[in-house]
């Protein structure tokens, strides 16, 4: 497999389309079921493009071929997916908060796992770890330094008088995230057994990204203070590249995603980090109305 094709998520099952008896579907159509398919799962592959839409595999790929032209996928090796947004642009906490809601737990459930009691534990801002600092509440004594406002307030309610928390100073960003002079007067100097990372992005080439320069500033200074580093990312983080790099694949000690990765992935991912581990994904009960 090509570079390229390590670059995205595959779903691993689409739907298939229905096509009118006793015609053939037009190209413009087909593209606006192709097109549909990518809005929903961010990525289509050609070989079950030709299964479900039954037409020749030169075909897919003049549809695809036509759909980039317009800007509305991008081609990838074996397929196509959804094409990046802005590197710069940063959705809020709020936004990002009800996306991947399932896998974030799972994930946060096997990094939590991955914590030593009474250890010093950094916690990047995000939905991600702060979804892992509700896992953490139940470790003890630890020392927990996080330049997230969301991470400082899940172990405020928790309130165990065995758990310290040092909330850094600075600027704050949509993320909830606090960046700048005063974040990285904070965190410099510091020693810590484990940082926990949550992320835009990663990629082969770019690492582990963020679309905020501020933010990655005081991240890179969490990833220097850190013993061991432990990143937080989900499978739809594959692929999506922000402005700055916080830190190259390989300085990821334990790089925790969860089971919705594609096996091509998770074999790309682990000629990098130090150790992949793949939570698996249970959807939790959720309370009506």
């Known amino acids: 497999m090509t570079p390229e094709g390590n670059l995205e998520h595959w779903i691993q099952h689409i739907p298939t389309f229905s096509i009118m008896p006793g015609g053939r579907m037009l190209a413009a159509q087909r593209q606006e079921l192709i097109l549909e398919q990518v809005r929903r799962s961010g990525a289509v592959r050609v070989a ?5 839409l039954s037409v020749s595999d030169m075909t897919v790929r003049r549809d695809l071929d036509a759909l980039e032209s317009r800007g509305e996928v991008r081609k990838v090796h074996g397929g196509a997916v959804a094409p990046e947004g802005a590197r710069t642009e940063e959705p809020g906490f709020e936004a990002k908060s009800t996306r991947q809601e399932d896998e974030k737990h799972a994930i946060a459930r096997a990094v939590a796992e991955l914590v030593e ?8 801002a995000g939905t991600t770890t702060a979804t892992v600092a509700e896992y953490l ?34 600027f704050r960003t949509p993320s909830d995230a606090l960046v700048g002079p005063l974040a990285l007067a904070s965190v410099r100097g510091l020693n810590l057994d484990v940082l926990v990372l949550g992320v835009h992005g ?15 500033e005081t991240n ?8 061991s ?10 692929g999506t590249v922000g402005i700055s790099t916080i830190a190259p ?4 000690d334990v790089l925790v995603t969860d089971s919705g990765t594609d096996p091509a992935v ?16 249970r959807p939790r009960k959720r309370e009506d109305g």
């Open 249 to 252: 694949l390989d300085r990821c």
């Open 229 to 238: 580093l432990v990143v937080a990312a989900d499978h739809s983080k594959w």
């Open 266 to 281: 998770r074999a790309a991912l682990t000629e990098h980090v130090g150790r992949l581990v793949v939570a698996d994904v």
């Open 220 to 227: 890179r200074a969490l990833v220097e203070a850190a013993a």
């Open 137 to 170: 509440t139940d470790t003890p004594g630890l020392t927990v330094v996080t330049n997230s406002l969301r991470v400082a307030e899940v172990f405020h309610r928790a309130a165990r008088p065995d758990q310290t928390v040092a909330l850094t100073g600075g």
């Open 202 to 216: 990663m990629q082969e080439r770019a690492g582990f990204t963020t679309p905020n320069l501020m933010e990655s």
């Open 117 to 124: 009691p009474h250890s010093a534990v950094g916690l990047s």
């Open 48 to 52: 079950d493009l030709v299964e479900s």
